[in-house]
């Protein structure tokens, strides 16, 4: 982990999860997963919270297989790539850039739909932790050299106390069989179900480079 201030530190994050009341396996997780962050982020933290919620309403332990969604790129995927195995190289991640701090989980299923869990902060009851609630409305009174310690000490009390969630159903995709083509335009292959008409997504709309 690399700390880049003093409550970043493992030993300072557990003090603040042990000022919380955090559970110690829950702890050992935000470690790991700070970990992996390379830093305990608010995001990451709370998402540590939200991950742990779906599991248990799923009634599903981190060793089953599971697929997640998740509703930003910031932050919180890692929170379900680190503590339900959920990953973008397993295909078992989906994020979905729509802006809102919240995730789906659900079981494997054989239909086209599955019932699944969602978790997401609930504005409402962010009313109840002040530093959270002007940190998460990006409001111009929170002042991270200041109030980071702050923010992250009323994480760790508040844990799922911000969090809410429902029942829903999402959409199952049915793998399909694909071939290997060249593309015409570089010459490299993809899967056929890549292509964009006369050529593949990095000599189309996905380029991301040029050649030096």
């Known amino acids: 982990m690399q700390a880049g201030h003093p409550e970043e530190t493992p030993d300072a994050l557990e003090a603040s999860m042990?000022?919380?009341?955090?559970?110690?396996?829950?702890?050992?997780?935000?470690?790991?997963?700070?970990?992996?962050?390379?830093?305990?982020?608010?995001?990451?933290?709370?998402?540590?919270?939200?991950?742990?919620y779906a599991l248990e309403l799923l009634g599903v332990t981190a060793d089953k297989k599971l697929y997640g969604v998740c509703e930003t790129p910031k932050c919180l995927p890692d929170a379900l790539q680190v503590m339900a195995h959920c990953t973008?190289?397993?295909?078992?991640?989906?994020?979905?850039?729509?802006?809102?701090?919240?995730?789906?989980?659900?079981?494997?299923t054989e239909g086209e739909t599955a019932e699944a869990v969602r978790v997401y902060v609930d504005l409402e009851k962010l009313k109840y932790y002040p530093i959270i609630?002007?940190?998460?409305?990006?409001?111009?009174?929170?002042?991270?050299?200041?109030?980071?310690?702050?923010?992250?000490?009323?994480?760790?009390?508040a844990g799922r106390m911000i969090l809410s969630f429902e029942r829903v159903l999402v959409p199952v995709k049915i793998k399909k069989k694909w071939s290997s083509v060249s593309c015409?335009?570089?010459?490299?292959?993809?899967?056929?179900?890549?292509?964009?008409?006369?050529?593949?997504?990095?000599?189309?709309?996905?380029k991301y480079y040029e050649k030096i």
Request: hydrophobic share 35%; glycine share 10%; with cysteine.
């Open 18 to 52: 042990d000022r919380g009341g955090v559970k110690p396996e829950l702890q050992q997780k935000v470690l790991r997963l700070s970990e992996f962050h390379t830093y305990p982020a608010p995001g990451v933290l709370i998402g540590a919270f939200m991950v742990d």
């Open 184 to 206: 015409p335009c570089c010459g490299e292959t993809v899967p056929d179900y890549l292509i964009e008409g006369d050529r593949c997504g990095a000599c189309g709309s996905m």
């Open 88 to 108: 973008t190289g397993n295909n078992r991640l989906k994020v979905v850039p729509i802006g809102k701090f919240a995730i789906t989980l659900n079981a494997p």
């Open 133 to 157: 609630d002007i940190w998460y409305a990006n409001s111009p009174t929170y002042d991270k050299h200041t109030m980071k310690g702050l923010l992250q000490d009323e994480i760790f009390r």
